[in-house]
């Protein structure tokens, strides 16, 4: 995505529910703190999520998706919380603002901060989710058969989807040090659905007009159980891991476990046309009020949104400043085993920056 020519950046703010609304404040916060260095920042607030659908009745206003199509140049998403349980005339506006604004890539890096500055971390991949078919496409029905209820949910995986996906996982392999994808599929028994998304994935680097340019990834495959044992005894095995949409969900949040805390990953949801950064973490209602909710994913987030804009003097200073606040230790929230609040987390990493 080109950054030519921008005077102002605007970014359109959709906290969502629970803690979205206490930790996009803070991505807000560090592009403020950025200065000359990004283009001067402009916000819109919008609205988007399960409480505002018990309000209202609408879970993502036309206005919204109107606003991030026609006004913003990127966009910061918090979290939502939808219900366990079916509630008539609710759909999750996150799912559909992904589809709407045809974000199909989910890209989350999982890296660990290590002791030193100079050391490398001892976790440090990148997950490419799929964002747009699998599961989450949502065609699910409720029948009644010979032995009662029959519940069936449609799992689309198409080789468009596919294709692209393994496209923006090979760029983002062939940008790294050491230019290996991992393609994550259970098709020795969904060989039809996984089956395509592996072949799929796996053509890439001979479609037309690739002309060799991916010949320097190295490409690898792995089921997604055994990559998940994997994942958790030996996680420096992987660099960049793609996957259909619900295996991505699922990983990218164990892998977190690896780096202390659902709190500190960042990720965009990206299209050809436009990025929305977001915490991989949920709402987290049982922190909700408490002040007390980690920032770093959501500023970190922000940093990443940029990157993908090409922004990358400002992605590299906001990136740094979280990394000393998390090596240093002294001010970090309860996840982390610190004791401080999300606002002195914030004012640290803004001093920092
Ligand atoms: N920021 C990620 C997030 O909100 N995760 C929770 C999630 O995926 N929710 C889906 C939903 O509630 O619709």
């Known amino acids: 995505m080109a950054t030519a020519a921008r005077t ?85 506006p996150i799912v ?62 198409t080789e468009r989807a596919s294709r692209r996906i393994g496209q923006m996982a090979f760029e983002i392999a062939l940008g790294r040090p050491r230019k290996h994808l991992t393609i994550i599929h259970k098709s020795n028994v969904l060989s039809t659905t996984d089956g395509l998304f592996r072949e799929t994935v796996r053509g890439v680097p001979s479609l037309p007009g690739v002309n060799g340019k991916y010949d320097g990834v190295e490409v690898a495959e792995q089921i997604v159980d055994s990559a998940v044992y994997r994942l958790f005894r030996e996680p420096q095995i992987y660099d960049v891991m793609v996957a259909p949409n619900l295996y991505g969900d699922i990983i990218s949040d164990a892998a977190a476990a690896l780096v202390g805390s659902l709190g500190l990953v960042p990720s965009v949801n990206a299209g050809d046309k436009f990025v929305m950064g977001e915490p991989v973490h949920g709402s987290a209602p049982d922190i909700l009020g408490q002040g007390i909710a980690n920032p770093l994913a959501s500023i970190r987030s922000a940093a990443l949104m940029l990157r993908h804009l090409g922004y990358t003097k400002g992605a590299d200073r906001i990136d740094k400043a979280v990394d000393e606040v998390i090596r240093e230790g002294k001010v970090l929230t309860p996840d982390l085993g610190g004791k401080s609040g999300t606002k002195e987390v914030v004012d640290e990493v803004v001093k920092r920056i």
């Open 8 to 92: 102002s950046l605007k970014v359109g703010l959709i906290p969502g529910d629970g803690i979205g609304r206490e930790v996009i404040p803070a991505a807000k916060a560090a592009l403020l703190a950025l200065g000359s260095d990004i283009p001067k920042p402009e916000f819109v607030d919008l609205l988007a999520g399960f409480e505002l659908f018990t309000r209202t009745g609408t879970a993502l206003p036309e206005e919204t998706i109107r606003v991030l199509e026609e006004e913003c140049d990127c966009a910061l998403f918090g979290a939502v919380s939808s219900p366990t349980r079916r509630v008539a005339g609710y759909s999750s």
């Open 96 to 157: 559909a603002l992904r589809k709407k604004l045809d974000l199909y890539a989910n890209v989350r890096p999982v890296v660990s901060v290590a002791a030193n500055p100079e050391d490398k971390p001892s976790v440090d991949l990148v997950v490419v989710r799929e964002n747009t078919e699998c599961l989450y496409v949502k065609q699910e029905e409720l029948t009644i058969g010979e032995h009662g209820k029959e519940a069936r949910a449609i799992r689309l995986i």
